[in-house]
């Protein structure tokens, strides 16, 4: 069957997060975006642990479901168009932090467990090396071999997957705190990684730039600060509903049970270009290179982004396709859509969320209506423009001034005159 998934996500108890990062909002959420598995998140907390213990059961092999009286604390707010099963899949990042090949190395790892006995021997491991408690996503001095190794003694299903890989700080690697190679992170254990999260600011065909990723599939999920977040990248599925049917899918060669990805279109990802955001300096790759690396205004060194990343590293030209491709779909999430449209700055404003709640309720859940609805459906509950913004996002159409250095880019679908335009005309009429 074919099936959604958003895999990388934290909950409340990770920094930075929203309050509302609960099952039950998350249960909720996945709903309404239209994902039918979700990562559980921050399984070595020993909080979180012992809460997702208490309010989820088991549902399919290495699946969970919410238990029936906390379900009914949210199901209320979903849209009946909405309204579907939802399934847990007991997941966690961890940061790891440490030297290696005379350098400081700084990667964030996924770590996936087909259930409850192998995350807690995994968290028992990890309890033992670092502060497990102040954090859902754990900071810890140990290196990413290590840690997959612990991985992979906790049970034959349990798998890591090397997180954003391109972003410059915290990936395997990142201009700043990554490798050259994949295979200089993971060392001899490196043939038990099949899987790599392309993150926001990178999309596939970035990534098939570089020979050694193909023996790899690509996975794309959130990493989801808020519920609401959830969905605005995911990995699409088309084989046995359970833990073991996506590992399959992930880990065979053969299995094509993996049918693509959904993506950020890369330009909006917070660290696609180079730059220095405390001087509001957006730099392309060449720019860069003629400032020699240094911001123009106060002259320190640029965080050097994902597209100059990618390049550096890149032996193969833009086109080509690695051995394990699979298609990808570059969205906008359905909330950015009609604030371009509207011409608002923001995505959280009652007048956008007010249309979203009305497609949502009149269509179905974000991710068919961003790829599937029919144009002329959407006209009919949000109007024209909204319309033809979700048309040209499925043509690619799209306006972007790139992130950078931590900041997110910015998306136009509408030019002012064009906004102008439609006002008039509406007025008019």
């Not at 906390?70 to 899949?89: G, L, S």
């Not at 730059?275 to 400032?291: A, S």
């Not at 906008?332 to 007010?354: T, Y």
Request: charged residues 25%; aromatic residues 10%.
């Amino acid at each position: 069957m074919k099936f959604y998934t958003d895999l990388h996500l934290h909950s409340f108890y990770s920094r930075a997060t929203s309050k509302n990062l609960n099952l039950e909002h998350l249960h909720l959420w996945a709903q309404i975006k239209g994902i039918d598995v979700v990562g559980t998140a921050d399984f070595v907390h020993p909080g979180w642990m012992k809460e997702l213990e208490q309010k989820l059961e088991p549902a399919e092999e290495g699946f969970f479901k919410l238990k029936p009286k906390y379900v009914k604390t949210t199901q209320d707010q979903v849209p009946k168009a909405c309204r579907a099963d939802v399934r847990f899949t007991l997941t966690v990042e961890i940061s790891n932090i440490y030297k290696r090949l005379d350098r400081v190395r700084k990667v964030h790892n996924l770590l996936y467990a087909p259930h409850f006995k192998a995350a807690k021997k995994i968290q028992s491991r990890l309890d033992a090396i670092g502060n497990i408690k102040s954090d859902g996503r754990p900071i810890l001095g140990l290196d990413s071999r290590d840690l997959l190794e612990i991985t992979l003694e906790s049970d034959p299903l349990s798998y890591l997957v090397p997180a954003h890989i391109w972003t410059p700080w915290f990936s395997a690697l990142g201009s700043k705190g990554g490798f050259d190679r994949i295979e200089d992170c993971f060392g001899d254990l490196t043939k038990h990684v099949f899987a790599v999260e392309t993150g926001l600011s990178s999309d596939p065909l970035m990534n098939w730039r570089l020979k050694q990723l193909d023996p790899y599939v690509l996975v794309s999920n959130s990493d989801a600060h808020s519920p609401a977040k959830l969905a605005r990248e995911a990995t699409i599925f088309d084989t046995e509903f359970s833990y073991r049917g996506i590992y399959n899918a992930l880990s065979d060669p053969k299995n094509k049970g993996l049918k693509g990805t959904l993506e950020f279109f890369p330009e909006e990802g917070k660290y696609h270009y180079d730059g220095h955001r405390d001087c509001k300096t957006r730099l392309h790759p060449q720019e860069t290179k003629n400032h020699q690396g240094l911001c123009p205004v106060c002259g320190k060194p640029v965080t050097v982004g994902v597209m100059a990343r990618v390049e550096e590293l890149a032996d193969r030209p833009e086109g080509q396709k690695s051995k394990r491709w699979r298609p990808y779909f570059n969205l906008i999430p359905l909330p950015e859509v009609i604030a371009s449209a509207r011409g608002v700055v923001g995505s959280n404003g009652k007048a956008v969320q007010a249309v979203f709640f009305q497609l949502l309720s009149e269509l179905g859940n974000e991710l068919y209506i961003l790829q599937d609805a029919p144009i002329a459906d959407i006209e009919r509950v949000a109007g024209d423009m909204v319309a033809q913004g979700v048309k040209r996002m499925r043509e690619g159409k799209v306006d972007i001034k790139a992130g950078f250095d931590g900041e997110y880019g910015k998306i136009n679908l509408f030019t002012e005159q064009e906004r102008v335009k439609k006002a008039g005309q509406l007025a008019l009429y």
